[in-house]
């Protein structure tokens, strides 16, 4: 161990220099930024070979995003979705894990630039993501926070039982101030999962905390400017997931659009006409766009990014020019700018992330690249307690059964995060009690 | 549940006035100030009975302390051990829970006074309990955190983690900016219970997380004013934990104190002699006192406070001349301001809440109250896995034994705030995988 640290402690003149416990000296650098499904099944893939792999990530955790909305209504805990990087790596001693946060790119020097210090690569693997997109309205983010990290569903829960609190604080302002409306701003997944759990939350769990109001009086919108929710799905479960949601409870508004926020004045469009409504908790889940680690790769390779910025990469997932740089995940646009882009899923990041693991390894046996094909596994939505829809391509699928796949595959996700055994557990408790321990206003 | 409401919304021109839900109108109005084991017993204990009950809190859940100090070693989740007030509060009809800050009293005209309203009360009980007692060096506070709230725990283990996160980036500042030194102040169970999960921690659970440092490397230091820590319990059980802190590699250090903090620098004078060192995480376990509410119960009814400011009470726990207003729980001394304060327990709080709710029932009976006598049921420490210190009066005991009866207690508290169960379980997963699956920095 010594050595070791010995090792590390010569590099570390260059802030985050090549790390201590790699297999030799002079194995090909490997340098993955982010730590999501992409990043982390890159480092993964790499681990057991004789490769120096150091993964950089502005958080000490993977989070598992496809259950962020559990803790934004109080289902789950920020320790039942995330894992420590470390924890998930702490067997692969070829991986060096960074919490830092990365500010740009040499791509003539092979240097990831880092906010304090710098990382040269011999290959740059770039998985940073995706933020909220609020189309131009970025000064809408206040007023309608989004749900991309753990400090997010913390918000989004605070605000969601703080405006219940307010409720039986002064059940006479409930009506003229909206304080149990609730507008959830696009019907994506994200958008109907929220929905949904907070309909169980006002109809079900809330319903005998309450003395002044009833909770089950709260109102939950769903807005979606386009035609249908869940347009990435078959109109036959887009229509069955509206019928389950507005059975719940939901107010589903299809072909309605923001176009201003005003907390607690919303304005729509819907239909050519202008209306307002007042709600006092705003949810955003109408989109998202690259992270700026994507204009960074443009800015040091020249690459084009698409109209959400994602990079345009060759169908091997590098960038134009620059075998050395791969882009993954939600960051990475394949097959061209025209075609289809990929769903911004896990099992995407996760193929993507092994490819690039791949790539690499037959570079250094000298052979050529080979371009990414997605194995489409297809595509869930849970809409609430025995109810989801999945799309798997040879079937469709909504109701319970639907509900059992989406359980089974989110469990089975989990595994590679040690969570999952607790989680599954939480979710039984919850289920039989219908209890959300969880329901902290914090922060 | 539509009359109830109605009710509800006429009452509330005050805002936060008598609660919809209350037996009959005209019942005796009990305000609670705190949701803590005090005030969350006397509710309990009011609740079957024909009165109205308003409980306020600042937070919308119960937290239950003792152990927040595996919130902040990442053990646990904060959902963990919290509970939501509302939830543990559900089938009492007859309890109103208000989340929001009482600012003040008003003894004569018989109101709690909010930051954003007022309640009439007939009888008020006091239950704010503590916070952070910095003996003057309020300046101390941002260097050297304690550990009270939720938000506390979670900063502690932001610090604690990114300690090491900076040494494993820059292992040759290690040594000159002691990034691995670790300090806690104050050898009381909270301090001997963080020390302990840390030296854990440390050989322990990151054991093989780092590849340029050695997480066993951390120096963790427990400082402690006093000739022994735990001065609480009996010398033998002082003796025997020191000596276990010791063997896990704990530096415990007595009779010295901490003249100065100036981060990373920290002053101490031990034996009449001062010395400095340097530690870049201090936490702060060295002392409470009790809450503003405190001195606004002075202010309301001339009470005296003590020196650390608890309102001494009569010894009914009533406040002097004041028989419709009563303090329990932390913020309370009885037995005079010369008299053995009672330690600052949980079993102490539930005991006077259950005595407070008797006095009232007492009361509308036309009884007199009675003097509160406390039924001592011991005092725990726990030190680490197999270790703990319990002064049960009749017997001492120390090891797994101790740690044991330490586990049984705190889980069969928790029965009450129907965590329980997930708590056993986290535990027993975290005892067999020496995980910790909470370890995430965040906020």
């Known amino acids: 161990m010594h050595r070791r640290r010995g090792s590390g402690g010569r590099a570390s003149g260059r802030a985050g220099g090549p790390a201590g416990g790699r297999p030799r000296a002079g194995a090909h650098r490997v340098v993955i930024v982010g730590g999501g499904?992409?990043?982390?099944?890159?480092?993964?893939?790499?681990?057991?070979?004789?490769?120096?792999?150091?993964?950089v990530d502005r958080r000490n955790f993977h989070l598992f995003q496809p259950l962020l909305y559990q803790v934004a209504t109080g289902v789950l805990s920020p320790g039942d979705i995330a894992s420590p990087l470390r924890g998930v790596l702490r067997r692969h001693l070829n991986v060096t894990v960074f919490q830092a946060e990365a500010s740009g790119i040499d791509a003539r020097g092979k240097r990831l630039l880092l906010t304090d210090g710098?990382?040269?690569?011999?290959?740059?693997?770039?998985a940073a993501g995706t933020t909220h997109h609020y189309f131009g309205n970025e000064a809408w983010a206040a007023a309608a926070p989004g749900l991309k990290t753990i400090e997010d569903a913390l918000k989004l829960r605070q605000r969601i039982f703080s405006a219940f609190?307010?409720?039986?604080?002064?059940?006479?302002?409930?009506?003229?101030?909206?304080?149990?409306?609730?507008?959830?701003?696009?019907?994506?997944?994200?958008?109907v999962e929220l929905a949904g759990a907070m309909a169980e939350l006002a109809r079900g769990t809330l319903k005998h905390d309450f003395r002044r109001i009833r909770s089950s009086d709260a109102v939950i919108l769903l807005l979606e400017g386009g035609p249908r929710i869940l347009p990435g799905f078959p109109e036959g479960l887009s229509a069955r997931?509206?019928?389950?949601?507005?059975?719940?409870?939901?107010?589903?508004?299809?072909?309605?659009?923001?176009?201003?926020?005003?907390?607690?004045?919303?304005?729509?469009?819907?239909?050519?006409?202008?209306?307002?409504?007042?709600?006092?908790?705003?949810?955003w889940a109408a989109g998202v766009k690259a992270?700026?680690?994507?204009?960074?790769?443009?800015?040091?390779?020249?690459?084009?990014?698409?109209?959400?910025?994602?990079?345009?990469?060759?169908?091997?997932?590098?960038?134009?020019?620059?075998?050395?740089?791969?882009?993954?995940?939600?960051?990475?646009?394949?097959?061209?700018?025209?075609?289809?882009?990929?769903?911004?899923?896990?099992?995407?990041?996760?193929?993507?992330g092994s490819h690039a693991a791949r790539t690499i390894l037959r570079r250094l046996k000298g052979r050529p690249a080979k371009p990414f094909?997605?194995?489409?596994?297809?595509?869930?939505?849970?809409?609430?307690?025995?109810?989801?829809v999945a799309d798997l391509g040879w079937v469709r699928l909504s109701g319970l059964v639907a509900w059992l796949i989406w359980i089974f595959v989110h469990i089975r996700y989990l595994v590679e995060f040690d969570n999952q055994v607790l989680v599954l557990i939480q979710w039984g408790w919850n289920y039989v009690t219908r209890k959300r321990g969880a329901r902290l206003i914090t922060g």
Chains 1, 2 share one sequence.
């Open 118 to 126: 710098e990382l040269p690569y011999d290959t740059l693997v770039v």
């Open 37 to 55: 499904f992409g990043g982390l099944f890159t480092a993964q893939a790499l681990a057991p070979r004789g490769v120096d792999v150091t993964l």
């Open 291 to 352: 992270s700026p680690m994507g204009e960074a790769v443009a800015r040091a390779t020249g690459a084009e990014l698409d109209s959400v910025g994602r990079v345009i990469v060759e169908p091997d997932l590098t960038v134009p020019g620059h075998p050395d740089v791969i882009v993954i995940g939600d960051l990475a646009r394949c097959g061209g700018a025209e075609g289809e882009p990929l769903p911004g899923l896990a099992p995407v990041a996760m193929q993507q």
């Open 373 to 388: 094909r997605y194995r489409n596994k297809g595509a869930l939505a849970v809409i609430g307690r025995n109810a989801a």
């Open 241 to 283: 997931a509206a019928h389950r949601l507005s059975q719940m409870g939901v107010r589903v508004r299809t072909g309605t659009l923001v176009t201003g926020i005003d907390a607690p004045r919303l304005t729509l469009r819907a239909e050519g006409r202008e209306e307002t409504l007042t709600a006092r908790t705003v949810l």
């Open 165 to 191: 609190e307010a409720a039986e604080r002064n059940p006479q302002r409930v009506e003229p101030e909206g304080l149990l409306n609730f507008a959830v701003i696009g019907g994506g997944p994200t958008g």
